[in-house]
């Protein structure tokens, strides 16, 4: 004999009351489980979107780092060319300092012309009136002979 021949056979009232259990069971599993399904879903949408905002918060740090990257090379250009401008001045300072000790020698050669002529002038003009003096002496010691 077999195993099913040995048990018992249950009623039909009990059958349908263990299948109705049974189909109770399974519905009330399959809620839990959509129920789980839906949690872990959600929680698949959270960090979905979790995700998407660091995602744009990195993008976002990224385009605010490459601007301050940009402002940065943008100052090192102007300091450079500040630089370049300040020895550019530097330069012409350099020059007009150069051109003018040149003109104070220039002008110190001239005035050292000038007080030289001045002398040369003055001892002309006492010599010229030495001269004179002579003359008038001269004349006057013509006039003085012929007189005599």
């Not at 500040?82 to 020059?95: D, F, H, I, K, S």
């Not at 007080?115 to 008038?136: K, P, S, W």
């Amino acid at each position: 004999m077999t195993a099913r021949a040995t048990a018992p056979v249950p009623a039909p009232g009990a059958e349908l009351e263990a299948a109705k259990q049974e189909a109770r069971a399974s519905a009330e599993s399959e809620g839990t489980l959509e129920a789980e399904l839906e949690r872990l879903r959600d929680a698949e949408r959270q960090k979905t979107q979790e995700l998407d905002d660091a995602r744009a918060q990195a993008e976002s740090l990224k385009t605010e780092l490459d601007e301050r990257e940009q402002r940065i090379q943008e100052r090192e250009a102007a300091e450079r060319e500040g630089a370049v401008r300040l020895q550019t001045l530097q330069a012409e300072l350099n020059a007009l300092a150069d051109e003018t000790r040149e003109t104070t020698a220039e002008g110190q050669t001239l005035r050292d012309e000038i007080e030289r002529l001045r002398r040369e002038h003055e001892t002309g003009a006492r010599e010229l009136d030495e001269a004179r003096n002579q003359v008038q002496g001269l004349k006057t010691s013509l006039t003085d002979r012929e007189q005599t």
